[in-house]
Every structure is written in structure tokens, then in C-alpha cells.
């Protein structure tokens, strides 16, 4: 099928499909060209453009897109894998929560201290460590 075709069957754009190739993100056999030069992209192209969506919706980054397909690629990604894979993520994820909760403490803290003085004044950076 034609990159139009395969833009068309996964919603992504032939910018996006030729971007993934670019990385290698998305594989396509060197003889996959037509007599006009154009590119014939297999079927399997869809299935792992929509995995790629997936994995994206789920906020997997490209790079652990990549990893995930290439263990899919040497035939060792079964479901006990993909679950490890998935919490790992999820651990990932309740880190950054945490992060981004401590985050918030802090700017609340920081935020009340500027409420209370003065507006107008200038503050200094030393002002803004002990705020902290």
C-alpha cells in the first residue's frame, strides 16, 4: 500500500509514517519500492503504526516504543513481559506524581510568602532561597 493508503488506515500524517521510518521506528523492506520509486508498505506497517499510537496514548516515550517493538521483532514479548513492561511505567509515573505533588507544596509555600508582602518590591535572590 501507498504512504496516502497507510496515513489514511492509522490517522497518522505521511510526515509522521516517513519521520518513524527515519528513526526506525517504523521498518520498511528495501525492496518494498514499485517500478515508479514509490514505496509499498506491507501490512504489518498498519499493526505497528496503531501499536505505536497505542503505546503513545498510554505515554510511553518513542524510545520505549522502540524497545517494546523490537522485542516484539526477536519474537520475545509475551504477556509476562508486557506486564513487567507496563509496571515498570506505572512506577515511573507514581514517581513523577510525587514529584510534581512536591512541586506544588513548594510553589503554594512560595506563593504564600509573595501574598504576604508588599507589592510592588523588589525581591532579591536570596529572598527567593529562604521562600523556598
Known amino acids: 500500500m501507498l504512504i496516502g493508503e497507510l496515513a489514511k488506515r492509522t490517522g497518522f500524517s505521511r510526515d509522521t509514517i516517513r519521520y518513524y521510518e527515519k528513526i526506525a521506528l517504523l521498518e520498511v ?3 518494498s519500492r514499485r517500478e515508479n520509486n514509490y514505496k509499498d508498505y506491507p501490512e504489518e506497517a498498519v499493526q505497528v503504526l496503531l501499536a505505536i499510537r497505542k503505546y503513545k496514548e498510554l505515554g510511553f516515550t518513542l524510545e520505549e ?39 506544588r507544596l513548594r510553589l503554594n509555600r512560595e506563593h504564600r510568602l509573595l501574598l504576604s508582602r508588599k507589592s510592588g518590591k523588589i525581591i532579591t535572590l536570596p529572598e527567593m532561597r529562604r521562600a523556598a
Open 65 to 103: 516504543i522502540r524497545e517494546l517493538l523490537v522485542l516484539r521483532s526477536i519474537q520475545v514479548l509475551d504477556v509476562s513481559r508486557l506486564i513487567q513492561v507496563v509496571e515498570q511505567k506505572i512506577t515511573g509515573i507514581n514517581s513523577e506524581i510525587d514529584k510534581l505533588h512536591e512541586y
Open 29 to 31: 523492506p528495501t525492496h
